[in-house]
């Protein structure tokens, strides 16, 4: 794996370019191009905004204060590893005849679909920014002091990316043996996410379920790793250290089971796709 990795670094210019071609493909023949990605969280936060604050004027949902804040703070990293493990899925065999004509890293295509999903994220995040400075400047001032958190981001998403990563690589390697895996990822992210505090909090949770129930849902690293995102984005307070110890227990084991995984079956993706 040391040297499948030294042979990754050699071919960083490849990577850049596969990403670049990923950020033209997303918005090719699209008249606001990159502008999406900061309309994106804009129009979310407004329809949640106006749905619950108009519409359904709840004060707190599950004991959460600011529910568009706090679906936000969830959701733009879940959207990030949901589009990243999606698009990867089909990275191989939706290059085949790349694969079989030019030899190059192929980890370079799931891993390239990660970094222009992560600029994207980067975009979404900055007009997140924008939206926690308005609501601590109109209804609740412990949002003005959000910036002494964002230090942790730089923990919590590389957290987040290695985590990604590794399933992507897990999860594209498999598809080309097996096309069953391109759809049924998507009934098994539909499941993740509802078995993930994005549009409730865990609270919720307790006294509605068995215990049993109640720790595999916390067992879930994508949960622990999303209440990291809650606590520095909407909390506005310091992540448990628990959370990111086990959160990045995990994401490290799952990236090498993911590029273990990998690298034995790339030998033969030129012949399966």
Do not use: C
């Amino acid at each position: 794996m040391i040297a499948a990795f030294n042979t990754l670094l050699s071919y960083k210019e490849l990577l850049l370019n596969f990403t670049r071609k990923e950020l033209k493909v997303k918005y090719k023949n699209s008249v606001l191009g990159f502008f999406w990605s900061l309309l994106n969280p804009i129009l979310m936060m407004l329809v949640f905004t106006v749905i619950f604050t108009i519409v359904l004027p709840i004060k707190n949902i599950g004991g959460i204060e600011n529910f568009p804040l706090f679906f936000l703070a969830g959701f733009l990293p879940w959207n990030f590893f949901s589009a990243t493990v999606t698009g990867s899925t089909t990275s191989i065999v939706g290059n085949g005849a790349l694969v079989k004509k030019v030899f190059f890293p192929r980890e370079l295509l799931p891993v390239s679909i990660g970094f222009a999903n992560l600029v994207n994220f980067a975009l979404e995040l900055g007009v997140f920014f924008l939206f926690v400075l308005i609501t601590g400047l109109v209804s609740d001032p412990k949002y003005l002091e959000f910036y002494k958190f964002l230090p942790y981001l730089l923990i919590i998403i590389p957290i987040l990316f290695t985590f990604t990563i590794g399933v992507s690589l897990l999860v594209a390697s498999l598809n080309v043996y097996m096309r069953d895996v391109q759809h049924l990822i998507g009934i098994l992210l539909m499941v993740t996410f509802y078995a993930t505090p994005i549009i409730y909090p865990i609270a919720i949770m307790e006294g509605r379920a068995p215990p049993i129930y109640i720790q595999a849902y916390k067992a879930n690293p994508v949960t622990a790793i999303i209440e990291s995102f809650h606590h520095v984005l909407h909390g506005v307070s310091h992540p448990s250290f628990n959370l990111l110890v086990y959160s990045a227990v995990v994401a490290v084991a799952v990236f090498l089971v993911g590029y273990t995984v990998f690298l034995r079956l790339e030998p033969a993706f030129a012949e399966e796709v």
